[in-house]
């Protein structure tokens, strides 16, 4: 205890900062989904892949049949998704940090049935899976 007190600085500095670390792991996040369960939801057929990464980056490369609508934009064109609000719309940005936003937007907007995939783009190509350019 004395030790805490003659240190309060620094013990607090290593508090806070250890909260820091944590808080992203503590915050609620969008539904995920993994590249094998993308993959098990574009096999049944009833999938809308959704890439919302800048269409510079799409052209280098994103999953076959993806659709791309830049996250600055999602909220000005969501109109063009409509025919999908039935289906499963599987979010795609570079890391996956992107999805959440996109998610949110997409259920303010009505759909019901929205999933990120996890660790984006670089998650897909890591596990070897197909991209098309």
């Known amino acids: 205890m004395k030790f805490i007190l ?6 607090s500095i290593v508090v806070l900062s ?15 989904a993994s590249t094998l369960e993308v993959t098990q939801l574009m096999n049944r057929g ?6 919302i990464r800048g269409t510079d980056e799409f052209a280098k490369g994103h999953l ?17 998704l409509d025919k ?4 499963t719309i599987v979010v795609v940005c570079q890391t996956g940090a ?6 949110k937007i997409l259920e303010a907007a009505g759909f019901t049935d929205v999933v990120g995939l996890d660790g984006g783009l670089t998650a897909w190509q ?8």
């Open 18 to 32: 250890g909260g820091a670390l944590l808080l992203p792991a503590l915050l609620p996040r969008g539904k995920r």
């Open 6 to 11: 003659d240190h309060l600085l620094i013990v």
């Open 126 to 133: 890591a596990a070897g899976l197909p991209t098309a350019k």
């Open 84 to 87: 999908a609000k039935n289906k």
């Open 64 to 80: 076959r049949d993806a659709k791309n609508i830049p996250l600055a934009d999602l909220s000005s064109r969501i109109a063009e």
């Open 46 to 51: 009833k999938t809308v892949l959704l890439d």
């Open 98 to 103: 992107r999805a959440d936003k996109a998610a």
